[in-house]
């Protein structure tokens, strides 16, 4: 399981690398995709191939997870576990993608425009986007929702999500000024990872108002030494496992954050997959902070 979040980070890292735009409704049949190709709008899609693990989530979030016939290896998903696998993220098997006759192909930068381009010269219909921000990600949904013909469901969830969000700017605001530092620690493992600007995790740890020790790297994600992570002291510590095992390890003993006992847990699976989740976590992270010192 470590070295598939390895993988995964490695290829949210190529996102970063590459570029990434917004969608937008240009018409009212047509959007804009990230490829600023025009896709038009084909209302009520029954057979949908989801070829990002991001894609699929939303998706199931939407109510869709039944109308879902293919999937990527890394769709880890107990709603898509009996659905058929398209190969990765890239290699994509195309031929098989063709086969399942698609009505609606929701796809990802990472997949590749030359991929995106094929499966559109096919006369399928393909959607492409990425959302790297909460504000794309909310977005995202919109579109989707139309796109699916769920507006209705897309429009509550947008609704929820706008509130958690104003919610974490208005109270994450208050904590800004206890200067908090923050670490994620990925796992406690060789070589170490961390999160930098424009990952979810980074701009989570900025709206709960405290400030990432790797704030000023130049990748989403990065590896840290220990001894720069000793020298920035956090007082908190972000981390998808068990808390005690920070505690427990001499290595992380010399610091404010296990000092006092600021470890705290998130579930990191909504950051690394891009779910609406995420604005739970967010705000959990933001209460965590207001009762940190």
């Not at 190529?14 to 409704?25: C, P």
């Not at 063709?98 to 192909?105: A, E, G, K, R, T």
């Not at 790297?132 to 999500?161: D, F, P, R, Y």
């Not at 296990?258 to 989740?277: G, W």
């Amino acid at each position: 399981m470590k070295n598939s979040r390895i993988i995964l980070i490695t290829l949210l890292t190529l996102i970063f690398l590459f570029g990434v735009n917004s969608l937008s409704v240009i018409a009212s049949n047509i959007i804009l995709d990230q490829y600023d190709r025009e896709v038009r709008i084909v209302e009520n899609p029954t057979r949908i191939v989801s070829i990002a693990p991001s894609n699929t989530a939303l998706l199931i979030e939407l109510g869709l997870g039944e109308r879902i016939v293919g999937v990527t290896n890394w769709c880890f998903f107990e709603e898509v576990e009996d659905v058929t696998r398209v190969g990765d993220i890239d290699p994509l098997n195309l031929e098989l993608i063709v086969s399942l006759n698609p009505d609606l192909i929701v796809a990802h930068r990472l997949n590749g425009k030359e991929v995106v381009d094929r499966l559109t010269e096919f006369g399928f219909n393909v959607l492409a986007f990425n959302p790297n921000n909460l504000e794309a990600l909310i977005e995202s949904v919109e579109i989707l929702g139309k796109v699916a013909g769920v507006e209705e469901k897309a429009a509550e969830l947008v609704s929820e999500m706008r509130a958690k969000l104003k919610r974490a700017k208005e109270d994450g605001g208050k904590n800004k000024e206890k200067g908090l530092k923050v670490f994620y620690l990925m796992f406690d493992g060789e070589p170490l990872w961390t999160a930098g600007p424009g990952s979810f995790i980074h701009e989570t740890i900025e709206l709960a108002g405290g400030i990432n020790i790797a704030g000023d790297q130049p990748f989403e994600w990065v590896q840290i030494d220990l001894e720069a992570i000793y020298e920035a002291n956090p007082d908190i510590i972000i981390y998808g496992g068990d808390p005690e095992e920070i505690y427990n390890s001499k290595r992380w003993s010399p610091l404010a954050a296990a000092k006092k006992s600021q470890v705290y847990q998130l579930d990191m699976s909504v950051f690394e997959v891009a779910t609406p989740a995420m604005f739970d976590e967010i705000l959990k992270l933001v209460e965590l902070l207001a009762g940190s010192k």
